[in-house]
């Protein structure tokens, strides 16, 4: 069953078609707030608000591309507007620096988790926290959720083109630190 | 280094057998190289991982909007296990080995030794159409499926393993020294057993299974899932770190490989597609995600690969065709 169809059945009220969404997404988008949100209950809350919304006005839900990208464009829309102060995703141009919360968000793990991923992970890890925020969560997207590049863009609000831009430059940087 | 685009295929397995091959060569030159490709996913996922309760989430979300809340109304497939999610792949190329197609690899086993900074490292591969027996230092054996890839270090004294891909093993049990294989997100330990390990990179989860004995099968994370397995259990850990057990699921099945047994129930094409490759070691290719992900309950053993897809053919109504050296599966007009 395609995107559309499973969005039709839902506007249509169909409760099944919307628990088979939620299950198949919930874990990812959760991990994908944990982001922004920096912890698990925050991020629990933010996509079952979210889906509850969805439910609520059904009648009216319509996807572009995916569903999916809908639901990562959404949770990061509703992750953005929770913040207190207004929030620009850092990018390249934008200088290097790590605010405080990017620090949080992308923590080097704790010695006992850092033996269990494996040192080459933890030092991949360490390098990608130094990437700016918009090239992490593309890469992110891409490599871990396996998003296509239209539907990141969609997600981050940027073009195609923008998309590509994020992960070459930053693959690159990566293998430049990675040594 | 590659074109980013190039690694970017690899890293979604969208990847052609060139473009493979031209990682796989970036890849041998360094650590580094190696390492962007291989840890690129487990560096990307955040931390804390721990676990994600879907099915409470999904309770309080239903609770909360009204749905079900009588009782009167349980969804089909309420069991214990929960759906997994079919991950999504784009149409991709499949590896082909280097014979001809409809000829099966028969291609000796690939022995290497690695010299890594703590020590050496020896790695056991199989390519497609290929399957090895090995038996260990310490009397245990694996059995290696296609496409396959384990890695230990013989002189250490601990007994782990590294595994990619899918192996059954028969471990001599010693719990002062316990034997742990590593495969995808999952640590699954020994404790006196033999038990099938499913960890394809194509399917984004670990399936156990036990035939003698337990395992514990435990999320490599701080605070993961773990569960115990007894003799004629099945466990899948998916990506996103739901661990499920199904009652009903036999062992079986998943162990049914090693006499050249392929057993699909209800697996989406795009999987029964690889695993064909893997047994008659010819690339097919699936047109389109939404054909891929098609189910198909099946079970093949002496049947010729023209076989297998008739019959496949047949029950989904679907095409296929030879083009070259690849098989393309086409929805029927």
Redesign the interface.
């Known amino acids: 069953m395609s995107d559309q169809d499973l969005a039709q059945r839902i506007r249509a009220g169909d409760e099944h078609a919307f628990e088979q969404v939620f299950r198949e997404h919930f874990a990812a988008l959760t991990s994908f707030a944990i982001r922004y949100v920096g912890n698990v209950a925050a991020a629990e809350e933010l996509v079952q608000g979210l889906f509850a919304d969805v439910w609520t006005d059904r009648t009216r839900w319509t996807i572009r591309s995916s569903i999916r990208s809908y639901l990562f464009a959404a949770v990061r829309n509703r992750a953005l507007n929770t913040r207190r102060r207004a929030r620009v995703e850092r990018d390249w141009d934008e200088g290097e620096a790590l605010s405080h919360t990017d620090a949080l968000q992308w923590s080097p793990p704790a010695p006992d988790e850092a033996m269990e991923l494996g040192e080459r992970v933890a030092r991949l890890r360490d390098a990608i926290a130094e990437l700016p925020e918009r090239c992490r969560l593309a890469m992110q997207l891409r490599w871990r959720d396996e998003l296509s590049y239209a539907e990141i863009a969609e997600v981050l609000g940027i073009s195609v083109k923008g998309v590509e831009n994020q992960l070459g430059r930053g693959l690159k940087a990566l293998r430049e630190k990675f040594l | 280094?590659p074109d980013?685009?190039v690694?970017?295929a690899v890293?979604?397995g969208a990847a052609s057998p060139e473009e493979q091959a031209a990682v796989r060569r970036w890849m041998a030159e360094s650590?580094?190289?190696a390492?962007?490709v291989?840890?690129?996913?487990?560096?990307?996922?955040?931390?804390?991982?721990?676990a994600?309760d879907?099915d409470s989430?999904?309770k309080?979300?239903?609770k909360?909007?009204g749905?079900?809340v009588s009782g009167t109304?349980q969804?089909?497939g309420n069991r214990t296990v929960?759906?997994l999610?079919?991950?999504?792949s784009?149409p991709h190329w499949i590896w082909i080995g280097a014979a001809a197609a409809g000829v099966m690899l028969v291609a000796s086993l690939s022995v290497r030794r690695l010299i890594r900074s703590d020590g050496p490292v020896t790695e056991l591969r199989t390519a497609s159409g290929e399957r090895i027996t090995k038996t260990l230092d310490d009397g245990s054996t694996v059995t290696l499926n296609a496409e396959s890839r384990l890695r230990y270090s013989p002189e250490s004294n601990a007994r782990q393993v590294y595994l990619d891909g899918e192996a059954v093993f028969h471990v001599v049990h010693d719990s002062r020294r316990p034997f742990q294989v590593h495969a995808g997100g999952a640590?699954i330990t020994d404790l006196g057993t033999r038990f099938g390990v499913r960890a394809y990179p194509e399917v984004s989860r670990v399936d156990v299974a036990v035939t003698e004995g337990s395992v514990a099968v435990h999320r490599?994370?701080?605070s993961g899932d773990s569960v115990v397995l007894r003799a004629g259990s099945v466990a899948h850990l998916s990506s996103?770190?739901?661990l499920s057990v199904d009652p009903s699921e036999q062992p079986a099945q998943l162990t049914a490989w090693l006499d050249g047994t392929l057993s699909f129930n209800r697996s989406p094409l795009v999987e029964v597609a690889a695993e064909l490759r893997r047994k008659y070691g010819v690339a097919i290719r699936v047109a389109d995600t939404?054909l891929g992900a098609r189910r198909v309950t099946a079970s093949f053993r002496d049947e010729t690969i023209t076989q297998a897809l008739d019959a496949i053919s047949l029950a989904l109504g679907i095409d296929y065709q030879r083009r070259g050296d690849t098989i393309v599966v086409t929805a029927r007009r």
């Open positions: 280094m980013w685009r690694i970017d890293l979604v650590d580094a190289n390492a962007l291989e840890s690129m996913r487990a560096a990307l996922s955040p931390l804390p991982a721990g994600v879907v989430a999904w309080s979300v239903a909360k909007v749905i079900g109304r969804a089909p929960r759906a999610p079919v991950r999504r784009a640590l490599k994370t701080a996103d770190g739901t939404g």
